[in-house]
């Protein structure tokens, strides 16, 4: 097994303060690998990185379009958003397509990510509900795919419940990965999930990127998805969030989308790519630096939301710089940026 | 150089999902190692876990009892405070005391860092302030030796204020580490920070702990900065910090403070040893584990606080446990706590 490599390293004076190890890979829609560093081939938790997969039942069983769900319902489906308000509108709106409200959520309540939106929450006098769950636009869903066909939601979130097999079904086609006892894991929003190999997580994405290797309506849903996603970068995570910037500037040449414990995937459409990488400590920031690292180099963009996350000033609560969070490398090569001003 | 060891690993269902390493070390007064663990000698910049440090010129100058600061303040000054109102309230009042207020800090403004107390404060349609600064008691300890010593404050985070002297001189006597350009940053609160080793951080709280090897007047602020601290765990983190909780139950044995970027020291009087710990990448959360690892081990302390932060349950939005979060063996040794029921 290849040991990690460093992904991004924060600096402070002429020091390096704090350094992120992990893997990447870059993949087809074959499985052939186009680049790889450390380890991806130990099995992961994705985390909210397959939101889009678990999307695709929503599509292909035919529930978008019985409670007819716009394009900014389905970003919102295949989104960790911050609890603002636009996000928690869609949210309430696709349950109330169904006859239902957020009682009907079973993600749990947590006050909004963001904090201007917490604190705006707090002044207006109201409280947290599950709607403000950054993982509530794939609960309401879920309870769109329920209804829709014929079952009670009441549950959705058990593994035995007719919409979590539909999703286990199709995370284990598109990844090509059987779920088992030992690979099994439950999700920060109560819903099972599963351990992949980095390199599954890539190809899964180059085959959604391109349809590629995916049935006819799976593909289909996936070119859906991808248009809504492109459509609305900030359905997908939120005010000053790395998928939202990138997708802003970027999409549809371009997709990302970050889980917890420092995963994120990225999609390359038009070069037939999917990246996946795992921060191993779980930090945020590396996986967010290494990301854009590799969309630059096997995207052949070049963008100043990407060289951003690449190589940023540090700052202090005085707005004086005092040191950067920089990418490895390794991983940047010919495409490193200059320091930033 | 000895490689970096485990500090400690999350757990989803049956896998480890991420992982910390660093180092740690614990000395006693004389410089003799008693444990060390991976690179404790590379300089690391230690932020915050130099406050107390820091705050011996406040005592050694006569500034605490110029302007009769109780234990309240004098555990403020130590701090990194979670912006919540008892720790507001000091800090303004460290400053009336010298007939200044919040306009004389120039540690930045942020809005608390206790998320429950950022949105009482927009609700009463307040602003944030530089008193609810992380920092501001350090800060208005600042202001007070100025004023103490006939200083005019202004500009008392630039390097060449005699506060910054003061505060630097006694650095360097108590690490025993010269300040170079080479090892200078700036710290997330404006004021400059040196970069020493892990070991000589660890050897410097050692003194501090027992007084040994510091002048009479530096013994004896010690000993006055414990005796407020161990009074005030509250003031020097606030509601459910790591320094607050380990210390409500276990000063004035022990006594710890966390740092930015992963840092953590640990004092254990009785004992006679200081704890230093470096997360490499800057993971608070695995500090803490191994610093309650090392208290648990070398104070040979037995608490439900240290065996929490040993090793506690993770759970999801609904309360549900996915996993846990647990130190390393190689850091608890016989000290390993059962599983979290």
Redesign the interface.
Known sequence: MPHDVLLAE?T????V?????GAAVVVDATGKTVFAAGDVET???PRSTVKALQALPLLTEGAADKYNLGQEALALACASHQGEPAHVAVAADMLARTGRDATSL??????PLD?RA??????S?EQASALH?CCSGKHAGFVCLSCATGHDPEHYTRPEHPVMQAVARTLEEVTGIPHT??????????IP?W?IPLHALAKAYARFATGQSLTPERAQAATRLRSAIAANPFMVAGTNQFDTRVMQVLAPRVFTKMGA??VMIAMLPEKGLGIAIKC????VR?AEAAAAALIARFGTENNPELAHFMRQNLK?????S??EFRVSATLAEDHYPAAPS
Do not use: F
């Open positions: 924060a402070r004076g002429n020091r303060e704090s350094r992120h190890y099995p992961i938790y079973e993600c749990g309540t947590h006050w904090a917490a604190r705006a929450l707090a002044t006098g769950n006892d030992d690979n099994r894991g439950t999700d920060g929003c109560a999930t351990a414990e420092g191993r400590d779980g930090g590396a202090n609560w005085n707005g004086q005092v040191g």
